[in-house]
């Protein structure tokens, strides 16, 4: 059983075993069973440092007919965590519609940043990850999802490393958690979601082929 601080209201997952990568994507494609005719849609969610960038990248190496789709993107420059309905309109919409995806967002266009976010109509999966991504909003539009669940202190730790620890790294961080607390805890997506991967996890595994999951806690 692992040990980790999470924030006050999220509840631990119980259960972790080590399985393959190729393993835990056939359970993500048998929760959705009666997909055809379109990619399936997956989320992928879990706090800043949890490595969520990082499994959708290991999850397209298994399924290389698949695309990923960063939240982040769509929220840049427009809001924390208020883009769902910017998304389902854009790229969720369009992707059950089996169409591919072009979509350049407004703020894309009044911050002059070049090129747009897209995806092939005729891939097999698309990874969608970024913290928010399950919740009750988009859920009609997921056809499966991770949660991935970790030590706060690892993944701070890890943001550290990433992105430093400036002053104005550590403001932003402060904005950060004053939306994402409340709307987590709104959207609790540790019970919602197909398949919890410990993210970091100290558990002995291979990191290059297998995760360490759990099936979500009960309510």
């Given amino acids: 059983m692992l040990s980790m601080r999470l924030h006050p209201g999220e509840v631990e ?42 499994l959708a990248g290991r999850l397209r190496q298994v399924e290389p007919n698949s695309a990923i789709v960063h939240t982040d993107d769509v929220a840049w420059n427009h809001a924390y965590f208020d883009w769902g309905a910017v998304l389902t309109e854009n790229i969720l919409r369009p992707l059950h519609r089996a169409e591919p995806v072009a979509f350049r967002p407004d703020a894309w266009i009044s911050h002059g940043r070049a090129g747009s976010i897209t995806v092939p109509a005729d891939v097999d999966f698309v990874w969608v990850e970024g913290t928010g991504i399950i919740r009750e909003e988009v859920a009609p539009w997921l056809d499966a999802s991770i949660y991935l669940q970790g030590d706060l202190d690892e993944q701070e730790r890890l943001l550290v490393d990433r992105d430093g620890d400036s002053s104005e790294q550590r403001e932003h961080v402060a904005n950060w958690l004053r939306e994402e607390l409340p709307f987590m805890l709104r959207e609790q997506p540790w019970f919602r979601t197909t398949l919890i991967v410990a993210g970091p996890s100290p558990v002995d595994h291979d990191p290059d082929t297998e995760l360490v999951v759990a099936r979500p806690p009960s309510l």
């Avoid at 393959?20 to 994507?25: E, G, I, P, R, S």
């Fill in 13 to 54: 997952a119980v259960g972790w075993q080590v399985v393959t990568v190729f393993d835990a994507v056939r359970q993500l494609r048998d929760a959705s069973p009666d997909v055809s005719g379109r990619p399936r849609v997956i989320a992928i969610d879990g706090r800043g440092g949890a490595g969520k960038t990082t």
